[in-house]
């Protein structure tokens, strides 16, 4: 007699180990300058290895947004996550040590400095001033033509890829640049925009906040609108369209 066939039972799929947060992630986000609430519960997530830009005219809510994302300014509700790492009343110190690194609008270079020593400022963390140097001329080599000039006598572009420099020598695992592009001609915008994409496929995440949305699209993985306060939209900066005319020129979506 032969024994009756039994149908095998097929494996179970080993389950699926989750990926790592995050490098920033903001959850119902809510922030008020006295009794006038300027955020109104905010989502935005900063994957890693990706250029998310977030976009909006003046007065959207985007430099609010930053300075609560940066421990500048205390949201009223919601959480900031950084790797995973609840940071709500963190001071900017503390998120640099853990690897957020911020440009600020204005480029926040020492006017009165030379490139070399803008550059040595730092080192203050331990890394060797040699090291430093070689890095930010080997990412911009137009530095190593200006080392010795004093920083407020470069161009609009070279003291921006000076404060690039000296905020990637600290290996910063996120990176938040606030209007990059403010008082630049367009060609050297888009010679930075290009930078800042050969940045991010070394791994670095980056966060670029921006006014001019046209000028950051080319190079961001994706988009976040806002508009008085709100995430009106969020994707894939090619499925956006209607949403930043909408948001800039009040057309209807």
């Given at each position: 007699m032969t024994?009756?066939?039994?149908d095998p039972v097929p494996a179970q799929a080993p389950a699926t180990e989750p990926g790592p947060p995050p490098l920033l992630e903001l959850t119902g986000i809510r922030a008020s300058y006295g009794r006038i609430e300027v955020l109104h519960g905010i989502d935005l997530v900063v994957p890693r290895g990706e250029v998310v830009a977030l976009l909006g005219p003046n007065g959207a809510g985007k430099s609010t947004t930053l300075l609560v994302a940066t421990g500048q300014h205390p949201a009223s509700a919601g959480c900031v996550h950084v790797a995973g790492r609840h940071v709500n009343g963190a001071k900017p110190e503390d998120l640099a040590r853990i690897g957020l690194c911020t440009i600020p609008e204005g480029r926040g270079v020492f006017r009165n400095l030379?490139?070399?020593?803008?550059?040595?400022?730092?080192?203050?963390?331990?890394?060797?001033e040699r090291d430093i140097i070689d890095r930010a001329v080997a990412r911009f080599p137009r530095l190593g033509e200006r080392i010795g000039q004093v920083a407020g006598t470069l161009s609009g572009g070279e003291q921006q890829m000076l404060a690039m420099a000296r905020g990637l020598a600290t290996d910063p695992a996120l990176l938040i640049i606030d209007e990059l592009s403010m008082g630049l001609a367009p060609l050297i915008v888009a010679e930075l925009y290009e930078l800042v994409a050969g940045i991010a496929q070394e791994g670095v995440s980056i966060l670029v906040v921006e006014q001019f949305a046209r000028t950051v699209l080319g190079v961001a993985d994706r988009a976040v609108i806002m508009q008085h306060g709100n995430v009106?939209?969020?994707?894939?900066?090619?499925?956006?369209?209607?949403e930043l005319s909408a948001a800039y020129l009040g057309a209807q979506s």
């Amino acid at each position: 007699m032969t024994a009756p066939t039994v149908d095998p039972v097929p494996a179970q799929a080993p389950a699926t180990e989750p990926g790592p947060p995050p490098l920033l992630e903001l959850t119902g986000i809510r922030a008020s300058y006295g009794r006038i609430e300027v955020l109104h519960g905010i989502d935005l997530v900063v994957p890693r290895g990706e250029v998310v830009a977030l976009l909006g005219p003046n007065g959207a809510g985007k430099s609010t947004t930053l300075l609560v994302a940066t421990g500048q300014h205390p949201a009223s509700a919601g959480c900031v996550h950084v790797a995973g790492r609840h940071v709500n009343g963190a001071k900017p110190e503390d998120l640099a040590r853990i690897g957020l690194c911020t440009i600020p609008e204005g480029r926040g270079v020492f006017r009165n400095l030379t490139v070399r020593e803008n550059l040595r400022m730092a080192s203050y963390r331990g890394l060797p001033e040699r090291d430093i140097i070689d890095r930010a001329v080997a990412r911009f080599p137009r530095l190593g033509e200006r080392i010795g000039q004093v920083a407020g006598t470069l161009s609009g572009g070279e003291q921006q890829m000076l404060a690039m420099a000296r905020g990637l020598a600290t290996d910063p695992a996120l990176l938040i640049i606030d209007e990059l592009s403010m008082g630049l001609a367009p060609l050297i915008v888009a010679e930075l925009y290009e930078l800042v994409a050969g940045i991010a496929q070394e791994g670095v995440s980056i966060l670029v906040v921006e006014q001019f949305a046209r000028t950051v699209l080319g190079v961001a993985d994706r988009a976040v609108i806002m508009q008085h306060g709100n995430v009106i939209a969020a994707g894939v900066p090619a499925d956006l369209e209607a949403e930043l005319s909408a948001a800039y020129l009040g057309a209807q979506s």
